[in-house]
């Protein structure tokens, strides 16, 4: 079981590399809790903050990691499990490339939500309480992918940050 | 995760005492609402000024709310934060709350006592 804080940047110096000025993979390894996920995004942005990111794609980069993180937390482990998640990031050109990886279950049908736009009706009794995480990540990320391994959920996607050219 | 209500006149301005409504805290904030709801009678007014992360969990507790008061009265907002009011309007809920600028906006510039 791992433990319950994220390993990785601060606690295994050697798994941070340094590609270019200022920039850096992270490598993390951590239990999937939802408590855990808000630190996970923490230290995702600080490695980030290099790239000196506008509040608005800092907002865009912690709502994409809480929202593949925590739909990890929620469907891929038994709840409270607090399961193994893996989380890579590379910084790639004016981008920032992501893999997550779980050995939980595999989703539904073995493809990704097609997370269209929640229905939002004149009746408030009917408007939906969930559904807005899939439709958030494909409006904010690029490049999503999906592979199902025997063991294995990875999950691919990449953050666009126009304003940089590293 | 904390709540906080006051009335003046016909308006309840419950304030949120979070910078964050996401995943771990989610279901509190619901349970909050519902202890906070039934008591505020006339507009209700969720003033989210110290919040500056919102999930699709803590979308979710807020669609929860605004049923709460449904039908008589729709959920107002005020003090929505650049991510948080982006995320509304990605998800086209900014048009379902009503949202204002801020707590005085929303009251006309009737002061509240503090």
């Not at chain 1, 809790?33 to 490695?47: E, M, N, P």
């Not at chain 1, 939906?128 to 199902?148: M, N």
């Not at chain 2, 979710?60 to 009011?85: H, I, S």
Request: aromatic content about 6%; glycine content about 10%; hydrophobic content about 40%.
């Amino acid at each position: 079981m791992p433990p319950d804080s994220p390993q990785g940047a601060l606690s295994e110096p050697g798994r941070l590399r340094t590609t270019g000025p200022g920039v850096e993979d992270l490598s993390l390894v951590f239990p999937a809790k939802h408590i855990v996920v808000r630190q996970v995004t923490g230290l995702v942005l600080d490695a980030l903050r290099h790239l000196d990111l506008s509040v608005d794609e800092g907002g865009t980069a912690e709502l994409l990691l809480a929202e593949v993180l925590n739909n990890i937390v929620d469907h891929a482990y038994r709840k409270g499990e607090g399961g193994r998640v893996s989380l890579r990031m590379r910084p790639a050109g004016s981008s920032v490339l992501f893999e997550v990886r779980d050995g939980g279950a595999s989703m539904p049908g073995g493809e990704l939500p097609f997370g269209k736009a929640p229905e939002l009706s004149e009746d408030i009794h009917t408007l939906p309480e969930s559904g807005f995480g899939w439709f958030l990540l494909r409006a904010l990320a690029r490049d999503i992918r999906y592979v199902r391994t025997e063991n294995e959920n990875q999950l691919y996607f990449t953050l666009c940050l126009d304003h940089v050219t590293l | 995760m904390e709540l906080e209500s006051e009335t003046a006149g016909d308006v309840t301005v419950i304030t949120v005492r979070a910078d964050r409504i996401d995943a771990p805290v989610a279901i509190r904030f619901k349970d909050q609402m519902y202890d906070q709801l039934p008591g505020a009678k006339g507009r209700v007014l969720l003033d989210l000024k110290h919040v500056r992360f919102i999930d699709s969990s803590g979308l979710g507790a807020l669609v929860a709310a605004m049923k709460m008061t449904a039908p008589d009265r729709k959920l107002e907002l005020a003090g929505l934060a650049q991510p948080v009011a982006k995320v509304f309007r990605l998800t086209r809920l900014d048009q379902v709350f009503t949202i204002h600028d801020d707590v005085a906006t929303a009251m006309g510039g009737q002061r509240i006592a503090t």
